[in-house]
């Protein structure tokens, strides 16, 4: 029902990890039971999988001729842009003033730094 799943919702965003896939294996568990999650993560994870296993095939299988590897560095490229789009995404819904713009500038250079915050 819709009061189950935004229970659900709620009760996952608590549990580190993505967020769909917490909801997906959620729902098949309240659906099918424990088999119905186990399928269900299965599933989620399988593709991906899968093609990491072709990717890494074809890398180590072919990376030693010309046109291959610059196949794989687009694909790093596509990959920063992605991670700049998320970025931008939350830029735009979190930072909403200098002091979180600020607060956020200064969790980077942290991070950048490897400096802990908190012991």
């Not at 189950?4 to 993505?18: A, K, N, V």
């Not at 294996?25 to 186990?38: D, P, V």
């Not at 399928?39 to 030693?64: D, E, N």
């Not at 790093?76 to 979190?94: C, N, P, Q, S, T």
């Amino acid at each position: 029902t819709r009061d189950e799943l935004d229970e659900g919702l709620g009760m996952i965003q608590l549990y580190p990890g993505p967020i769909m896939f917490n909801l997906v294996t959620y729902a098949a568990y309240k659906a099918r039971g424990t088999l119905g999650a186990f399928v269900a993560t299965a599933m989620f994870i399988l593709p991906s999988y899968l093609l990491m296993l072709f990717l890494s095939w074809i890398y180590f299988r072919f990376g030693h001729i010309a046109w291959v590897r610059p196949l794989f560095v687009a694909l790093e490229a596509m990959v920063a842009g992605i991670i700049a789009h998320v970025l931008w995404d939350f830029a735009k819904r979190y930072i909403n003033g200098i002091s979180t713009a600020l607060t956020a500038l200064l969790a980077f250079v942290f991070m950048l730094l490897k400096i802990q915050a908190f012991y």
